[in-house]
């Protein structure tokens, strides 16, 4: 029996015996029911706010990536549009060297190479002879003297002009200038107005504005402290630093914050996000309130009616109702954000996968797809067992399990070669408790890791070549005295019997003192601090000088010494780093056997650059790999063991990592990674 459903036949009773019981009792049901419809429209209001606040943040840091995109991509357009002039540029110099170009070998040039104007100045700025010769020809002004002398004073022989007005005003124009060997300077342009129409397309100001069009778009806004410096065209002043505390909350924070608040006569939903700390700019986006609103009324109306209907019904059905109608609700918003939550994992930097109940894979971003080497298309939809299989272990565990874990440092093996990852594992169950899906967040560690294992090894190498330099400074003074004694002997002593033995033995001391001697050098030489002289370094040229003096090397052997690398700019010491990759390649070609192969390979990964150097010789065994960098340590008969620890030294004053992956007879390949100069 239930208790709190006594048998209906107590009830006729109660109410035949007392029927004045009826209205106390609908008002105490009522009072009950008006408390429960309160407390459920505020739930509601709270979990809606909370959405929208979600789905806000997920937008504008959605807008703040776009921006930056748009920008960098004018940049990478600019630059390339750089070369291409500077390329034609030291064409037309080379071929004006070879002989004096006339104006119609400029023109010629000009128009195989889509040029605007290529015009040969002396060293006054005076023209000599252009491309082009149309109206006022003889009559221009000379070339900037500020800028012509700027490049004879620079060691710098060519120089990106950029964006220049022609001598009308009415034209853009693109440019480079190069000094001319036979003396003066070779000026080239292009036509820019098109750069500059495709900058306006994709800059932030036409991004605020076509965005602005969304209908629950109200404003854009990106200010700095003191003004509004893009902002769409309905905005004619906002608050700033110094009388919003919201806003100077939100930058001194960094964070984004979000508030309820008026624009134009409208409450709206305001969002505000640090865009450039540096330059303290703000990011702000108010969004209309109208959709939240009407779904909040929407509740009220639906609790209303709940309520009557339980007073009619009962207080089962009509909880039941209520949080039918609630659930729906919820429903409809998370379908509003689930657009907004799908643009924010394609622009995560870690990889998603998610997998449901059955292990099949419902949700890949394009992290994800980038390192496992798998398309959404292929994917989804199948077995994660079959598709990805180095993830898919931890997935499973926890599609057992029924619980989620974090794996903060793991290897996989990959198509690429092993990575280091930290998995974040975690679970969704439905309403019921059943296991609904499984997903993992898979952070990329392998260069943090990499970085960090060489600095560790940097201080421990630091730490033993100081104690090394202690002790040598120790010892060298008695081994001095010891060398200085037993010469002496040598040369003013003879005993009356066994001379020989007694020179031979007064040698080998002479001899082995000179060979302490020079080993104590060797640890002084390690522990001293490398100066470096740090400027922008070719980073090709370092490498091809250092695979031709292998090459001489390699002749006796057959070994063949090969480069595949691309020009990289980096802020380095060339000799230090020159030294780093003799090091490396000599020890490669004393792993190699005859007839074997040794490549330098260089590329940009990110903000770095990468140089493989890689060898098919003899591998270095799993029991030593972890220890070739440390200090004394060598497999070499003869060997110092302070030569990879030179090169580990190097590499981490260039603020740099370099690490090391080999196989016993299939070869070695040691990968450095270097800021590349920007």
Not at 374 to 390: D, N, R
Not at 435 to 444: C, K, M, N, P, W
Not at 598 to 609: D, E, H, Y
Request: hydrophobic share 40%.
């Amino acid at each position: 029996m239930n208790p709190l459903f006594p048998k209906p036949k107590m009830i006729k009773s109660i109410f035949q015996l007392n029927i004045g019981l009826v209205l106390p009792i609908s008002i105490v049901l009522a009072f009950v029911l008006i408390v429960f419809t309160i407390l459920d429209i505020a739930y509601a209001r709270r979990e809606l706010v909370h959405l929208m606040e979600e789905e806000a943040k997920a937008l504008i840091t959605s807008i703040s990536t776009a921006g930056v995109n748009a920008m960098n991509s004018f940049s990478v357009i600019e630059d390339l549009a750089a070369e291409r002039l500077l390329d034609n540029a030291r064409l037309i110099e080379q071929l004006d060297f070879t002989r004096p170009l006339n104006s119609r070998d400029l023109e010629q040039i000009a128009k195989n190479n889509d040029l605007f104007r290529v015009v040969i100045y002396d060293d006054s700025g005076n023209r000599l002879v252009a491309s082009h010769t149309g109206l006022g020809w003889g009559n221009q002004k000379p070339f900037s003297m500020e800028t012509l002398n700027s490049m004879k004073e620079s060691d710098s022989d060519e120089r990106v002009l950029g964006f220049r007005s022609n001598r009308f005003g009415t034209a853009n124009r693109f440019a480079v200038i190069k000094k001319r060997r036979r003396g003066g300077f070779i000026f080239v342009n292009i036509d820019s107005q098109e750069m500059l129409d495709f900058r306006k397309t994709i800059g932030l100001g036409n991004l605020f504005q076509e965005i602005a069009r969304n209908e629950g778009i109200r404003f854009l806004v990106l200010q700095d402290s003191s003004q509004i410096i893009i902002a769409t065209q309905n905005v004619d002043s906002m608050s700033t630093f110094r009388d919003d505390g919201f806003l100077r909350q939100s930058f001194i924070a960094q964070e984004t914050l979000t508030r309820f608040t008026t624009f134009a006569n409208e409450r709206i939903f305001e969002v505000v996000y640090p865009f450039d700390p540096s330059d303290r700019i703000l990011l702000r986006i108010g969004l209309a309130t109208t959709h939240i609103s009407e779904a909040i009324r929407a509740a009220e109306r639906r609790a209303l009616l709940s309520s009557l209907m339980l007073f009619v019904f009962g207080t089962l059905l009509s909880s039941w109702m209520i949080s039918n109608l609630n659930y729906r609700q919820l429903q409809r918003a998370y379908k509003r954000i689930e657009t907004y939550t799908g643009s924010m994992l394609s622009n995560m930097s870690d990889a998603v996968l998610a997998v449901d109940h059955r292990g099949l894979i419902t949700l890949i971003n394009k992290a994800a797809e980038k390192l496992f080497a798998a398309t959404q298309e292929k994917v989804v939809g199948q077995a994660c067992a079959q598709q990805i299989s180095p993830l898919c272990p931890y997935l499973e565990s926890a599609r057992q399990s029924g619980k989620g874990e974090n794996y903060p440092e793991e290897h996989l093996a990959l198509a690429d070669g092993e990575r280091i990852v930290a998995i974040k594992v975690n679970t969704l169950h439905d309403s019921d408790g059943v296991l609904d899906s499984v997903f993992a967040v898979v952070q990329d560690i392998t260069e943090a890791k990499i970085a960090e294992e060489n600095q560790k090894r940097y201080e421990q190498i630091g730490a033993m070549g100081q104690l090394a330099s202690g002790v040598a400074h120790e010892i060298r003074n008695p081994l001095n005295a010891i060398s200085i004694i037993a010469q002496r002997l040598y040369q003013e002593f003879r005993p009356q019997d066994g001379e020989k033995e007694y020179e031979d033995l007064s040698r080998t001391i002479v001899q082995e003192t000179r060979r302490i001697n020079d080993i104590i050098q060797q640890f002084l030489q390690f522990a001293r601090p490398f100066p470096l002289s740090l400027q922008n370094t070719d980073l090709l040229q370092i490498i091809k000088e250092t695979v031709t003096l292998l090459q001489q090397q390699a002749v006796s052997t057959a070994i063949n010494v090969s480069l595949e690398c691309q020009a990289l700019l980096i802020n380095g010491d060339a000799d230090s780093l020159k030294q780093v990759f003799l090091n490396l390649g000599q020890n490669a070609l004393q792993a190699c056997n005859e007839g074997g192969h040794l490549l330098f390979k260089c590329s940009r990964v990110g903000a770095s650059a990468r140089i493989d150097v890689i060898d098919d010789g003899r591998g270095i065994p799993a029991d030593e790999i972890n220890k070739i960098f440390n200090l004394y340590y060598t497999t070499k008969e003869g060997g110092a063991g302070i030569g990879l620890s030179i090169v580990q030294k190097i590499i981490s004053q260039h603020q740099g990592a370099i690490s090391v992956s080999s196989r016993e007879k299939q070869g070695t390949t040691f990968t450095i990674l270097l800021p590349i100069k920007e």
